[in-house]
T-cell receptor, first 114, second 114 residues
Framework: GAVVSQHPSWVICKSGTSVKIECRSLDFQATTMFWYRQFPKQSLMLMATSNEGSKATYEQGVEKDKFLINHASLTLSTLTVTSAHPEDSSFYIC??????????FGSGTRLTVV | GNSVTQMEGPVTLSEEAFLTINCTYTATGYPSLFWYVQYPGEGLQLLLKATKADDKGSNKGFEATYRKETTSFHLEKGSVQVSDSAVYFCALSVAGTGRRALTFGSGTRLQVQP
């Protein structure tokens, strides 16, 4: 079946630095990628939707200059958390629509900002 | 808008007990309904889904029936195992002019004791 490879699976960074998270679709083309954030013991909240070759659409309250999304090819979408702060510590997960109304999720990235 | 309401957890059961996790929804349009499971330290996995009224999704002993009249999609399992301990998310998507992201409930943590 469809697989989305997400890296890194976890990262610890210093406050003020930037972190890039990659999601690659393996053996299929992902024209759309959804990016979610999950705080501890909470649900997944949609942050933004990226479409290959166009600008991402951000949900209300999500800073587009802080969470940079690039979807330059049909197999790679990236999320860069710029100037990360401790409140950005969270679990980030990508997802792409598949065949028959299904969705394929990456395995997630646990970001800890110290 | 779209929303999903799940019963709050944690739900603690003994092995072989009967499980019900309630889920109700509101949607603009005709939604597809999903249950996802998240095991500790892992990403989301599709457990089951239903795309139209009265459909029953089932997998690994779990089942849920799409009830349009009560806007519900309750998850049930007749006999839980310790290995079922995880967080369960009810979700919906509504197809429109483009593929839409999933809207998730808050998640219900299930703890099964031996």
């Amino acid at each position: 079946g469809a697989v989305v490879s997400q890296h890194p699976s976890w990262v610890i960074c210093k406050s003020g630095t930037s972190v890039k998270i990659e999601c690659r679709s393996l053996d299929f083309q992902a024209t759309t990628m959804f990016w979610y954030r999950q705080f501890p013991k909470q649900s997944l909240m949609l942050m933004a939707t990226s479409n290959e070759g166009s600008k991402a659409t951000y949900e209300q309250g999500v800073e587009k200059d802080k969470f940079l999304i690039n979807h330059a090819s049909l197999t790679l979408s990236t999320l860069t958390v710029t100037s990360a702060h401790p409140e950005d510590s969270s679990f980030y997960i990508c997802s792409t629509p598949g065949q028959g109304g299904s969705y394929t999720f990456g395995s997630g990235t646990r970001l800890t900002v110290v | 808008g779209n929303s999903v309401t799940q019963m709050e957890g944690p739900v603690t059961l003994s092995e072989e007990a009967f499980l019900t996790i309630n889920c109700t929804y509101t949607a603009t349009g005709y939604p597809s309904l999903f249950w996802y499971v998240q095991y500790p330290g892992e990403g989301l996995q599709l457990l089951l889904k239903a795309t139209k009224a009265d459909d029953k999704g089932s997998n690994k002993g779990f089942e849920a029936t799409y009830r349009k009249e009560t806007t519900s999609f309750h998850l049930e399992k007749g006999s839980v195992q310790v290995s079922d301990s995880a967080v369960y998310f009810c979700a919906l998507s509504v197809a429109g002019t483009g593929r839409r992201a999933l809207t998730f409930g808050s998640g219900t943590r299930l703890q099964v004791q031996p």
